[in-house]
């Protein structure tokens, strides 16, 4: 399993590719971002100095929309990044939530995302597309490589994403709901005549290792309680389209009961004011929280699901600490060793 990083780009920008630069010295193999230009300062200004500090981590963004970039200018910005620094890019997609609702607007439709995919691929693998009734291809892009997983969790996002992604990304990580919407994008893909296992699968979620302590469990709890927030806001979407008692795991959709609205002011940030209504037991079903043995212990569980990459979301007050525990204690214990010397008698 690959393990990821999310940051957010809040200034000064050299805090978040330190950050960057860090996570892939502790052997992370994604940096992801926020991508939300009113609350946080541009990614993709950003993205080219992380690459340009680092050697082998993959960077994009969790996630862009079609709303406020056209699709042709995000396949050029990602063709750009991939020739100045080899194909280390990716593009996570969904239908727009901070960067949309700050401005006033709505979500895109899911056709128009299904349109966003299929443009940004072609042009971001140096092929041609579609573009209304003009044909258009990157004559500079010939190299350039590309992956578009897409972000969602309702039926038809689910399937829209079997049926065209080359990636699947979930902003929880609780192990039913994942198991849930794994058989839902494996099950699309498969119709469309796809192979089920070509769709990778990505966890995102805060992760916050503590020392066993309730003190310290405590703690991690109010750390990553706006993760329940944020997520709240695409269930809201999914029980105002879909109700509830149908398709969708109660799960996901019932402890939104008590929501009273969203601050963007305070997306993402540890400690808002309107996450109070999110359980100690949905911050521990989405997140990753407890010592490193049961964060293994979880990572594990999800890669037995098909999990291929779980992404570490870093908003919160143990940062840099996050990252050198993994970096420590985690990662070396998540994939098989091999061991130096085998043969009989020498071990």
Known sequence: MDIGVVLQCTPPASRVIELARVA???GF???????????????YVIYSQILAATRKVTVGPMVTNPATRDQTVTASTFATLNEM????TICGIGRGDSAVRTLGEKPTTLATLRESVEVIRELGNGR???????????????????????????????????????????????????????GKVRAAAAAAGRDPLSVQICVAAPAYVTDGSRAGLEHARDQCRWFGGMVGNHVADIVAKYGTGGDVPAALT?????RQGYDYNQHGRAGNTHAAFVPDEIVDRFCLIGTPDEQLDRLWELEKLGVGQFAVYLQHDAKTATLEAYGEQVLPRLNQQVTAIQAAGLT
């Open 29 to 43: 193999s994604h940096v992801w971002t926020f991508d939300s230009h009113l609350l946080w300062q541009e990614p």
């Open 24 to 26: 892939e010295t502790h």
């Open 254 to 258: 019932d402890y939104i009961a008590g």
């Open 85 to 88: 620094f080899g194909n280390r």
């Open 128 to 182: 041609s597309a579609r573009v209304g009734e003009v044909e258009v291809r990157f004559p500079w892009a010939a190299e350039s490589r590309l992956e578009v997983w897409v972000a969602g969790y309702g039926p038809k996002a689910l399937e829209l994403t079997g049926q065209v992604a080359d990636g699947f990304i979930l902003q929880l990580a609780d192990p039913d709901i994942t198991a849930w919407t794994i």
